[in-house]
């Protein structure tokens, strides 16, 4: 099995590249920081063709907190476009027989869905908050089958709510929203700040992946790339959710932090709920345990704590 791992010094992509090595597969890693520019669709090809994979797992995405999706709009969405289609191209010419794996963010679900459902994806506009990296991720769906009609190229589209755990930035505008609550605790606990500004009301509720859990179910779709229920998009799903209010009040257990949060309105709170409907994916597999969140939680305490300061 050879597998490129685009995005691969990424959040995602770090996670993945770390399960994939548990199992003794070692992936072709390439990022923007590796020197490769998936903008670049000559560049892409002559690296495909060098290392002509299996599989392609593409982690690789310009993103960021839905403050920065917002303020960096334009910058967003036409870096992921112009990705996806030097990605498509490159593949298209170098190794169209190759499986792509393609991790697309729920952000992309239509604004006003409750439960998000997999045959429901484009019955309505993305949420504006986050509407240059929703879009982009409709994009990714549209190309790939775009590119699986004229040319036979294989994706399989892996639908994942919110992530958390290690590997992710320490810029909290950058990270994802777990990931920067959690390190903004680190950093009020050990600095001793008097007050813990958190974004928007807390109201909104959302479902979480963590992050090495994602890496296990890239390895189990890998073994089980050729199930006819991989043919259409899948959730990763629990059909689970907290409200943001309730996720901090679960941080602050693992925290001696003695200040006060402050809830910051003027900030958006994005789409009022995100939790993913899992009949499909418990089709495929039923079996799948899922880390308990506290236990996710303690873990990603630890690796904000080991690279403090930031």
């Given at each position: 099995m050879k597998v490129v791992l685009f995005g691969a010094t990424g959040f995602a992509g770090r996670n993945?590249?770390?399960?994939?090595?548990?199992?003794?597969?070692?992936?072709?890693?390439?990022?923007?920081?590796l020197g490769l520019d998936l903008r670049d669709a000559a560049a892409t090809t002559a690296f495909l063709r060098q290392h002509r994979p299996d599989f392609i797992i593409n982690c690789a995405a310009h993103v960021g907190s839905l403050n920065y999706v917002t303020e960096k709009a334009a910058t967003v969405v036409?870096?992921?476009?112009?990705?996806?289609?030097?990605?498509?191209?490159?593949?298209?010419?170098?190794?169209?027989k190759a499986v792509v794996i393609n991790p697309i963010a729920n952000c992309a679900y239509p604004a006003t869905a409750d439960v998000f459902r997999e045959d429901e994806w484009w019955n309505g506009h993305?949420?504006?908050s986050v509407l240059s990296y929703g879009t982009s991720r409709r994009l990714l769906w549209a190309t790939a089958e775009c590119f699986q009609m004229q040319y036979g190229v294989r994706s399989i589209h892996l639908l994942t709510p919110n992530m958390y755990g290690p590997y992710d930035s320490t810029d909290p505008n950058k990270a994802h929203a777990l990931n920067a609550l959690i390190s903004?605790?680190?950093?009020?606990?050990?600095?001793?700040?008097?007050?813990?500004?958190v974004w928007g009301t807390g109201t909104v509720i959302r479902e979480w992946l963590y992050a090495p859990d994602f890496g296990r179910l890239i390895w189990e779709v890998l073994q089980n790339h050729r199930c006819k229920s991989l043919a259409q998009p899948?959730?990763?799903?629990?059909?689970?959710?907290?409200?943001?209010?309730?996720?901090?009040a679960l941080i602050q257990t693992k925290f001696n932090y003695k200040g006060q949060v402050v809830w910051d309105a003027s900030k958006p709170d994005g789409a009022p709920k995100k939790v993913m409907d899992n009949t499909r994916f418990r089709q495929l597999l039923p079996?799948?345990?899922?880390?308990?969140?506290?236990?996710?939680?303690?873990e990603t305490v630890k690796y904000y704590q080991s690279v403090y300061p930031y």
């Open positions: 993945v590249a770390q399960v994939l090595r548990q199992h003794h597969v070692e992936p072709v890693e390439s990022s923007l920081s036409a870096d992921n476009a112009r990705m996806i289609l030097g990605m498509y191209e490159a593949i298209a010419e170098a190794c169209p993305v949420h504006r903004k605790f680190v950093k009020a606990e050990l600095t001793n700040q008097a007050e813990l500004p899948v959730n990763l799903a629990q059909n689970d959710g907290l409200s943001v209010k309730e996720l901090v079996h799948f345990k899922f880390t308990d969140f506290s236990e996710g939680i303690v």
